[in-house]
């Protein structure tokens, strides 16, 4: 397969992977909030002899899903794409548009994207602009390729947390997972 199919091929990938890491996200908010609506159910008491660690806090089991980490791609990625940013912004800049509503738009998220490492994204706006794309490198698909492996990466920290085990399980095994969450902060159901 030619550079340029694979480019492509990636980019739809990275964009799809974006799409279901956004859902998974959203579900999983979703799942913290039925959480702690089931725990409000629940009178507690304290374990007797528990002494709370400070490193133990009540979202322990949440902890890192809701964080947003940076991807690995910095500001002056693959010169392709330093090309691929400077033709948007040519095109897009408010200065040079008379700050026409729909390219500025373009242009705010080309700047993020560029400050992010999302090169999919700028690539996404370009051919939407109809900007042709100068001829993708190796280099170029060895990023889109860390941006897809960053991306799979956290859509499995998504299905290994607690939090998406408890929603996914039998009633039974969300009291389990449940009681060994109160436990880890001191206490108990009466």
């Known amino acids: 397969m030619d550079i340029k199919r694979r480019w492509k091929s990636l980019s739809l990938k990275v964009q799809h992977l974006r799409l279901e890491l956004e859902d998974r996200e959203d579900r999983v908010k979703e799942l913290e909030d039925l959480f702690k609506d089931e725990v409000s159910k629940f009178e507690l008491e304290d374990i007797d002899g528990y002494q709370n660690d400070d490193g133990i806090k009540s979202n322990v089991f949440i902890k890192g899903i809701n964080e947003e980490t940076e991807l690995s791609n910095p500001p002056d990625g693959p010169a392709t794409l330093k090309k691929i940013w400077r033709l948007i912004a040519i095109s ?23 400050r992010n490492g999302s090169y999919d994204e ?5 051919e939407e602009l109809n900007i042709e794309i100068p001829d993708n490198t190796e280099e170029s698909i060895e990023v889109l390729s860390g941006i897809s492996a960053n991306l799979e ?7 290994q947390s607690i939090i998406w085990i408890w929603g996914q399980a039998h009633e039974d095994v969300r009291l389990e997972i449940l009681d060994v969450y109160l436990r880890s902060i001191g206490k108990k159901r009466k």
């Open 122 to 126: 700028l690539y996404r706006i370009a």
């Open 153 to 159: 990466g956290k859509i499995k920290e998504n299905e």
């Open 92 to 114: 897009c800049h408010p200065d040079k548009t008379n700050n026409d509503l729909y390219k500025t738009e373009l242009y705010k998220q080309a700047e993020s994207a560029w």
